[in-house]
């Protein structure tokens, strides 16, 4: 079955909710919020499958909706450079990095480069996403292709330069310190002297269970759970 535009618009239009359309609304930037809950998202993507044109019409939009869709339907191999990073600056250091484009460029091959230059960037939602894909290279990528010294060179970055950045890249800063030390058997030691570096984060949100305000107190907490760190799964 195709999908248009008009076809995506009816579909999130009949899903939309207005709770999840304030909750949203205060965390997608200057983009435009319909209101549509992740699940609903992924279903509709599951139905459209891998479709890059349709990815593209909708990276053309400004709506968090459409663009976290096109995110997940996207073609990572049709990915360019110069694309990614207008997707990324579109993105605007939302959700829309963590959970659609950041799982999708961790397919890429030059995912490792993508890090290396991301984090360097002078465009803070470009550094942003730099991070959040750190992130999910420290929780995801294989031990045996991970590349330890962009690990380690990152890391010391953080240490560095933390205190230097806006609220978003810190959290994202901070959560890289978190994966690393659960994820990377090789940089524990080295995401345990950076998380006590740089001590309490500021969160973005109201504190609960799920903010990551210390580094610290996040390893400790859950480096022995199988669950939550690949580094006590290797022990079992």
């Known amino acids: 079955m195709s999908h248009t535009l008009n076809d995506i618009k009816d579909y999130m239009e009949k899903h939309m909710q207005s709770n999840q359309k304030k909750v949203l609304s205060t965390k997608s930037g200057s983009l435009d919020v319909i209101g549509v809950s992740m699940k609903d998202i992924r279903a509709l993507a599951k139905r459209i499958k891998t479709n890059h044109q349709l990815?593209?019409?909708?990276?053309?939009?400004?709506?968090?909706?459409?663009?976290?869709?096109?995110?997940?339907?996207?073609?990572?191999?049709?990915?360019?450079?110069?694309?990614?990073?207008?997707?990324?600056?579109?993105?605007?250091s939302t959700a829309i990095v963590d959970q659609g484009l950041a799982p999708l460029l961790m397919q890429h091959e030059k995912r490792h480069q993508m890090i290396k230059t991301f984090i360097e960037d002078s465009n803070i939602h470009i550094r942003y996403a730099g991070y959040s894909l750190l992130s999910s290279y420290?929780?995801?990528?294989?031990?045996?292709?991970?590349?330890?010294?962009?690990?380690?060179k990152a890391l010391v970055k953080i240490k560095k330069t933390l205190n230097d950045e806006p609220l978003t890249i810190q959290n994202a800063m901070n959560n890289a310190v978190v994966m690393a030390g659960l994820h990377v058997p090789d940089l524990v030691s080295l995401a345990k002297e950076v998380a006590d570096y740089i001590g309490h984060v500021m969160p973005l949100v109201a504190r609960n269970q799920c903010n990551i305000q210390s580094a610290s107190d996040y390893i400790v907490r859950y480096s022995s759970q199988p669950k939550y760190s690949r580094v006590a799964r290797l022990k079992n």
């Open 138 to 152: 420290f929780r995801s990528e294989d031990l045996k292709t991970l590349d330890i010294d962009l690990g380690i």
């Open 55 to 92: 990815a593209n019409t909708l990276f053309e939009t400004s709506t968090y909706d459409y663009l976290m869709l096109g995110s997940i339907i996207a073609d990572y191999e049709q990915l360019d450079t110069e694309t990614t990073k207008e997707w990324l600056t579109k993105a605007q």
